[in-house]
T-cell receptor, first 117, second 117 residues
């Protein structure tokens, strides 16, 4: 257990549905990340939040909408997804920007396996 | 932009033997971090070992060690005395040391490690 919890573990949704993925960390970290993991492809960084402010958006389609209400919680709101969005979505956190030892390490959750029908 | 290449989609090793997983990367930066993460069937990415680019000494963590060749931009992982619990996907990852560490990791495609009993 790394201290990063993601819910739900599995999600099946239609292309017209609206759903949200949730991530919670109890490590006192200030940076949180969303990654997409598709088969046969490297993990793709989607969004980065540092002290609740979005600092990176890697050209992610607008049908993915992140929300970071505080440093411990991160959401990914989904709407009108496409079948090619089916993937494992991983959340991670770190002590970014502090300069402390080990601040560069990312701690991951177990992911949400998303299937879009 | 940085890239990470893992040229071995799959590796197989006998239990108790030693195996080496390869990783090369491309960057114009001089200060960065390199990581090996393990992803077992539970899907959670677990940090195995990390290396700081400005440290010449190769990192070691129990049965896991790396061979870091900065000039060659090579970062291989050696697993000694392989155990059944080592079976997993292994990902090599890169992170810049600039920007306060507020960015994410760049991952390779991964190597699937099979342990033969």
């Amino acid at each position: 257990e790394t201290g990063v919890t993601q819910t739900p573990r599995h999600l099946v949704m239609g292309m017209t549905n609206k759903k949200s993925l949730k991530c919670e960390q109890h490590l006192g970290h200030n940076a949180m990340y969303w990654y997409k993991q598709s088969a046969k492809k490297p993990l793709e960084l989607m969004f980065v939040y540092n002290f609740k402010e979005q600092t990176e958006n890697n050209s992610v389609p607008s049908r993915f909408s992140p929300e970071c209400p505080n440093s411990s919680h991160l959401f990914l709101h989904l709407h009108t997804l496409q079948p090619e969005d089916s993937a494992l979505y991983l959340c991670a956190s770190s002590l970014a920007g502090t300069g402390g030892a080990g601040a560069e390490k990312l701690f991951f959750g177990s992911g949400t396996q998303l299937s879009v029908l | 932009a940085q890239t990470v290449t893992q040229s071995q989609p799959e590796m197989s090793v006998q239990e108790a033997e030693t195996v080496t997983l390869s990783c090369t990367y491309d960057t114009s930066e001089s200060d960065y971090y390199l990581f090996w993460y393990k992803q077992p069937p539970s899907r959670q990415m677990i940090l195995v070992i990390r290396q700081e680019a400005y440290k010449q000494q190769n990192a070691t963590e129990n049965r896991f060690s790396v061979n870091f060749q900065k000039a060659a931009k090579s970062f291989s992982l050696k697993i000694s005395d392989s155990q059944l619990g080592d079976a997993a996907m292994y990902f090599c990852a890169y992170r810049s040391a600039e920007g306060g560490g507020a960015d994410g990791l760049t991952f390779g495609k991964g190597t699937h490690l099979i342990i033969q009993p």
